[in-house]
């Protein structure tokens, strides 16, 4: 005897609350992108310092990236039709990963110039930035990484990868900035290639920055496997359920930001079809209500074997 059930998770407040707080993150993010773009072109241009404009075009690049998490966030909140009887979750991650390709992109930018730079031996063309620039860079690095920690607590809180990667898109910013500010304070105390061997390291970073981002997207669209310790609180939270002898089967698979369970359940073998409906019944609940992120169960009952 055996009961199988598949149970789509229609959770309209945790959608709610993801758009809710993604839609507030990527407008504050563009808002803030925006103003920093604005006061960083100013300051360069006064302070004659090409490193503060290529910041500038930087912070510009990051209201593209947060247009493209809205866009990814909102196609992935589309609820499940005939085409996709499984939801759209997955967009996120091709938003996600779209992203880890223009971070990668900003990163080899910034690294190829800087070996570019230092390579030339010329580094007495440039001319020496006045104080707007460097008070410019300061703000910026403040501001991004303000931008960088409220993005990134955000994201873990809705387990948005997208956010996520906008997040590790302000901490580059951040880099940039830095690196701005060491090559306008050495190109103001006579040592203009500080700022392209700090900007070698600064490409480190971000590399590391988009390959993480990129390798968590991959991960979540070829049904990876949850963690762990979700399976080993999903196993406990089912044997909680005295009608439960064992189980035979716990797979989990991660779909965009929620989880797919198939799991087999061991019980009495001589209860009727109806008690093992009821028992794969509260066993389903008891996940849903424990596992927000849970989108579909399957439950199967198995008889339990004699020796158990």
């Given at each position: 005897?055996?009961?199988?059930r598949?149970?789509?998770?229609?959770?309209?407040?945790?959608?709610?609350?993801?758009?809710?707080?993604?839609?507030?993150?990527?407008?504050?993010?563009?808002?803030?992108?925006?103003?920093?773009?604005?006061?960083?072109?100013?300051?360069?241009?006064?302070?004659?310092?090409?490193?503060?404009?290529?910041?500038?075009?930087?912070?510009?690049?990051?209201?593209?990236?947060?247009?493209?998490?809205?866009i990814?966030?909102?196609?992935?909140?589309?609820?499940?039709?005939?085409?996709h009887?499984?939801?759209?979750?997955?967009?996120?991650?091709?938003?996600?990963?779209?992203?880890?390709?223009?971070?990668?992109?900003?990163?080899?930018?910034?690294?190829?110039?800087?070996?570019?730079?230092?390579?030339?031996?010329?580094?007495?063309?440039?001319?020496?930035?006045g104080?707007?620039?460097?008070?410019?860079?300061?703000?910026?690095?403040?501001?991004?990484?303000?931008?960088?920690?409220?993005?990134?607590?955000?994201?873990?809180?809705?387990?948005?990868?997208?956010?996520?990667a906008?997040?590790?898109?302000?901490?580059?910013?951040?880099?940039?900035s830095?690196?701005?500010?060491?090559g306008?304070?050495?190109?103001?105390q006579?040592?203009?290639?500080?700022?392209?061997?700090?900007?070698?390291?600064?490409?480190?970073?971000?590399?590391?920055?988009?390959?993480?981002?990129?390798?968590?997207?991959?991960?979540?669209?070829?049904?990876?496997?949850?963690?762990?310790?979700?399976?080993?609180?999903?196993?406990?939270?089912?044997?909680?359920?005295?009608?439960?002898?064992?189980?035979?089967?716990?797979?989990?698979?991660?779909?965009?930001?929620?989880?797919?369970?198939?799991?087999?359940?061991?019980?009495?073998?001589?209860?009727?079809?109806?008690?093992?409906?009821?028992?794969?019944?509260?066993v389903?609940?008891?996940?849903?209500?424990?596992?927000?992120?849970?989108?579909?169960?399957?439950?199967?009952?198995?008889?339990?074997?004699?020796?158990?």
């Amino acid at each position: 005897m055996k009961e199988d059930r598949i149970m789509k998770k229609g959770n309209d407040d945790y959608a709610g609350d993801f758009q809710r707080i993604a839609d507030k993150v990527s407008a504050t993010s563009i808002i803030g992108n925006m103003v920093l773009f604005g006061f960083k072109l100013i300051a360069g241009i006064a302070a004659h310092s090409n490193a503060m404009i290529s910041d500038a075009v930087h912070s510009a690049s990051d209201v593209f990236s947060t247009v493209v998490v809205m866009i990814g966030i909102r196609l992935a909140l589309k609820k499940a039709d005939k085409e996709h009887p499984y939801g759209h979750e997955r967009l996120e991650c091709v938003a996600a990963i779209i992203l880890a390709m223009v971070l990668f992109m900003t990163g080899l930018g910034i690294g190829m110039e800087a070996l570019k730079n230092i390579l030339s031996g010329s580094y007495n063309d440039l001319q020496a930035p006045g104080a707007l620039a460097l008070a410019a860079a300061v703000v910026s690095i403040m501001a991004k990484e303000a931008m960088f920690w409220y993005t990134k607590i955000y994201a873990a809180r809705i387990d948005s990868s997208a956010l996520l990667a906008d997040a590790w898109h302000h901490r580059s910013d951040a880099f940039s900035s830095v690196g701005a500010l060491i090559g306008i304070v050495g190109a103001r105390q006579g040592f203009p290639v500080m700022d392209s061997v700090a900007s070698l390291v600064i490409f480190v970073f971000i590399i590391k920055a988009a390959y993480d981002i990129f390798k968590d997207a991959i991960d979540k669209m070829v049904d990876h496997s949850c963690d762990e310790e979700t399976e080993r609180q999903i196993y406990e939270c089912v044997m909680k359920n005295r009608e439960v002898m064992g189980i035979d089967s716990l797979h989990t698979r991660i779909f965009g930001n929620r989880m797919y369970v198939d799991i087999e359940v061991a019980v009495d073998g001589s209860y009727t079809l109806k008690r093992s409906h009821e028992i794969a019944e509260e066993v389903h609940e008891d996940i849903e209500r424990n596992f927000q992120k849970i989108k579909h169960i399957m439950v199967h009952v198995n008889p339990a074997q004699a020796d158990m």
